[in-house]
C-alpha cells in the first residue's frame, strides 16, 4: 500500500499481560523502524529491520521486547510481561533508504498502548 | 551519542513568521530533517538537509550549517493549522539512525 499501517489503533492491557502490535509498511520500502514516544515527547528509537533482517537493535530493551519481519508478513512488536512504564504511543516507519530527495520516513498512525 | 536541543514551545501569531532553532551534537552525521506532527496524529517530514544552506518548499524552508551543528525551520504565513509539534531530527550513523529532538509545541493564535 502507498502508507504505513499499524494495528491496532488501541490496546490495553493489565501489567504483566502481553502486548502484540503490527505493522504493515510501504510496498517496496526495505526498512522498517519503531519507535515509542511517551506523553507526546521525543520519539525513543526501538529497532529497525532491513527487509526481514535486524538491522539496528540498539534501542531494544530486549529483556522484554522483541520484533520480527517476515517475508509475507506484517511486521511485529511484541512485549512480554507489560509494565506501567511501557505506556506510550508506538510508532511504525517505513523507508526506502536515500533516494533524490534525500531521506525521508514515513510514518504509520501508531498503536495507543495503555498497561493498566 | 546524539543530542539535540530545540525550544519545548513558541507563540506565533497567524501571518507572521516564525523560526525554530536546533542545535545538535552527533557522531557520524548525514543530515537534517524536520517532521510536524498534530495532537493525536503521526509525525510526517516536512525536509531534509544533508548540505549547508537553505531548502525552500512552498511556506516552510529549512536551514542547515554544518560547521555549527545548528538547523532551523522557517515557517512564513502562519496558518492556524500550522499549530503543531516540529521535530528535528539527525540521520546519522551507518543504520539509517535517525534520533529526534523533544519537538518544539508551536501555537498560532489570531
Known amino acids: 500500500g502507498e502508507e504505513v499501517a499499524q494495528t491496532p489503533k488501541h490496546l490495553v492491557r493489565g501489567e504483566g499481560q502481553k502486548a502484540k502490535l503490527y505493522c504493515a509498511p510501504i510496498?517496496?520500502?526495505?526498512?522498517v523502524f519503531w519507535y515509542q514516544q511517551v506523553l507526546k515527547n521525543e520519539f525513543k528509537f526501538l529497532i529497525s529491520?532491513?527487509?526481514?533482517?535486524?538491522?539496528?537493535e540498539t534501542g531494544m530493551p530486549k529483556e522484554r521486547f522483541s520484533a520480527k519481519c517476515l517475508p509475507n508478513s506484517p511486521c511485529s512488536l511484541e512485549i512480554q510481561a507489560t509494565k506501567l512504564e511501557d505506556s506510550a504511543v508506538y510508532f511504525c516507519?517505513?523507508?526506502?533508504?536515500?533516494?533524490?530527495?534525500?531521506?525521508?520516513?514515513?510514518f504509520g498512525p501508531g498503536t495507543r498502548l495503555t498497561v493498566t | 551519542g546524539q543530542s539535540l536541543e530545540q525550544p519545548s514551545e513558541v507563540t506565533a501569531v497567524e501571518g507572521a513568521i516564525v523560526q525554530i532553532n536546533c542545535t545538535y551534537q552527533?557522531?557520524?552525521?548525514?543530515?537534517l530533517s524536520w517532521y510536524q506532527q498534530h495532537d493525536g496524529g503521526a509525525p510526517t517530514f516536512l525536509s531534509y538537509?544533508?548540505?549547508?544552506g537553505l531548502e525552500e518548499t512552498g511556506r516552510f524552508s529549512s536551514f542547515l550549517s554544518r560547521s555549527d551543528s545548528y538547523g532551523y525551520l522557517l515557517l512564513q504565513e502562519l496558518q492556524m493549522k500550522d499549530s503543531a509539534s516540529y521535530f528535528c531530527?539527525?540521520?546519522?550513523?551507518?543504520?539509517?539512525?535517525?534520533?529526534f529532538g523533544i519537538g518544539t509545541k508551536l501555537q498560532v493564535i489570531p
Open positions: 516507519a517505513s523507508s526506502p533508504g536515500w533516494g533524490e530527495s534525500g531521506y525521508e520516513q514515513y
Open positions: 510496498k517496496g520500502h526495505s526498512y
Open positions: 529491520f532491513q527487509n526481514e533482517n535486524v538491522f539496528d
Open positions: 552527533t557522531s557520524g552525521f548525514y543530515g
Open positions: 538537509n544533508a548540505l549547508d
Open positions: 531530527a539527525v540521520l546519522s550513523g551507518g543504520y539509517q539512525k535517525v534520533t
